[in-house]
């Protein structure tokens, strides 16, 4: 167990009045693209910024601080595992996409067999075969007084353990989220079933029967379920603490009839015009929740966090269903290039973040669970994670993570082709990333990149730069080693990929 609870101080804060304490929205969503907002999140307005309509993320990037070098994971259930825990996915070893129990999903590999990594997801037990076992974040909010609301895609825990509801971690409340990724469909009329297009009724979205038959978004019907227990939780004067996760804007895609004759008028094809539609559904989600805020004036003491879980699935991903292609950034979903990683994010923090701001700190996802505790009260409650707190750069400190070096670990085959896309570790540190190959038949085995001249990760300069390459391999394989991460085997030789060096 990595974490250890001050009991006693946990409990004296609960006993804290309830409007001390800041609601806190955290508004996830699934494979949504750095450029896929109206929102830029570079120094330009890119074509893909005037393609899609996100009034809302506008608004919010408004009145809160916009982050333009954000990052996930780039596979959904380890961007999840590390908000939970602040674990780095290296350290969590759940560092692919899980689903049934004791099952891997990575696919075959030529040369590598992959490590018996934590299939199982995040457990509250720790008799649980291959899991994470940690006390995840819901639970210490839950602790002190905040209503846990739980709104969405989970994917926490596999099939048959504790993890797969979120109840078990510490929500109070589970609205349609259980072990699955992604939903069986989007619209009501089809029960958000997968069956209707002959697929596996393990992706149906479980607790919406109310809405089965009827014309409805499925994000706009997790939305309407949130806020009816958000409602509940102020009558009842409890702070809240609301995790909209979306299932949006992952695929099964289905048109939007509410949205989607803009984008078709535009002339974009049927998918691309569908998953534009999709876009603005959630951005009508988040709208909505903004607006309930101000109507009950909630707005002034709620803190508003908005996220992707990984970056856009490109023209290279996994099932070759192109619909977002993250330009200028390179690759998409599952690669350790910028489009697979780089992510939008915005804070919005009323009284005490600037309206309007912007910082350009790079951040990761495992970031979001101390800065959460903090901002809750619980900064000193909790000990030893690998995130950092970003409340001092809401302060507009830059120097909280200065020459601070991130890092991603996926000894795994995630499947999917494109620039990018393998087993692979990287570092990333004051503009230069290395990339780490684990096949050692891969010609280039690294690849090293100056980001703050080749956002778009062209010029592969690891030969070029040997004193660059071979300080930040040392450095990444350093991690590694401290963290005891997973490596992949050589099948030729039965022998552990060897660290970076």
């Given at each position: ?28 969503v699934?494979?949504m ?44 259930s ?41 299939v ?20 210490y909010?839950?602790?002190?007084g ?14 048959g ?17 259980h ?17 209707w ?23 706009e ?87 992707s ?13 192109p ?16 489009g ?59 120097s ?13 085959n ?50 070029s ?37």
């Amino acid at each position: 167990m990595r974490f250890v609870g001050l009991f006693s101080c946990l409990f004296l804060l609960a006993s804290s009045a309830a409007e001390e304490k800041p609601n806190i929205v955290l508004f996830l969503v699934d494979d949504m693209g750095w450029q896929d907002t109206s929102v830029p999140f570079s120094d330009e307005v890119t074509p893909f910024n005037k393609r899609y309509r996100t009034p809302n993320m506008e608004r919010l990037a408004e009145d809160g601080v916009k982050f333009t070098n954000a990052y996930a994971c780039s596979i959904c259930s380890p961007t999840r595992i590390s908000l939970m825990t602040g674990m780095n996915a290296a350290r969590h070893r759940v560092t692919n996409w899980t689903l049934r129990k004791n099952a891997s999903n990575d696919r075959k590999h030529p040369v590598l067999d992959f490590p018996e990594w934590n299939v199982n997801g995040l457990s509250p037990d720790p008799r649980i075969e291959r899991t994470f076992h940690a006390r995840a974040l819901p639970d210490y909010l839950k602790v002190v007084g905040y209503e846990t609301i739980h709104v969405g895609k989970a994917h926490f825990g596999a099939v048959g353990t504790p993890g797969e509801d979120p109840l078990n971690i510490g929500f109070s409340v589970n609205i349609a989220g259980h072990a699955a990724g992604g939903p069986g469909s989007f619209l009501g009329t089809q029960n958000f079933s997968a069956i209707w297009r002959d697929g596996d009724e393990i992706w149906d979205v479980p607790g919406l029967e109310k809405y089965h038959g009827k014309d409805i978004f499925l994000t706009e019907a997790l939305t309407r379920e949130g806020l009816a227990s958000v409602d509940k939780a102020v009558k009842e004067e409890k702070p809240f603490f609301l995790y909209m996760s979306h299932y949006a804007v992952h695929v099964p895609f289905a048109e939007d009839s509410r949205f989607i004759e803009r984008y078709k008028a535009m002339g974009l094809d049927e998918k691309e015009a569908m998953y534009a539609a999709m876009v603005e559904g959630m951005d009508k989600s988040l709208g909505d929740i903004l607006d309930y805020l101000d109507e009950n004036k909630l707005s002034e003491n709620t803190i508003v966090m908005f996220m992707s879980d990984n970056g856009g699935l490109s023209a290279h991903g996994r099932g070759g269903e192109p619909h977002t292609h993250n330009r200028p950034l390179s690759s998409g979903k599952g690669s350790a290039h910028e489009g697979g990683v780089r992510v939008p994010m915005i804070v919005k923090w009323p009284g005490f973040a600037e309206a309007g701001g912007v910082s350009e700190n790079p951040v990761i996802i495992e970031d979001f669970f101390p800065s959460i505790l903090e901002m809750a009260g619980l900064g000193d409650s909790v000990i030893e994670a690998d995130g950092r707190s970003i409340v001092p750069l809401l302060k507009g400190s830059p120097s909280a993570s200065s020459g601070r070096p991130l890092f991603w670990h996926v000894p795994n085959n995630w499947g999917g082709r494109g620039p990018g896309i393998g087993p692979s570790s990287t570092i990333l540190k004051n503009g230069w990333k290395l990339i780490y190959y684990h096949n050692p038949e891969r010609v280039p085995r690294y690849e090293l990149f100056n980001l703050e001249e080749d956002l778009g990760e062209t010029e592969n300069l690891a030969d070029s730069n040997p004193e660059k390459r071979d300080a930040l391999a040392k450095e990444l394989a350093a991690y590694l080693e401290s963290v005891e991460a997973q490596m992949p085997t050589i099948k030729a030789t039965g022998e552990l990929v060897e660290l970076p060096r």
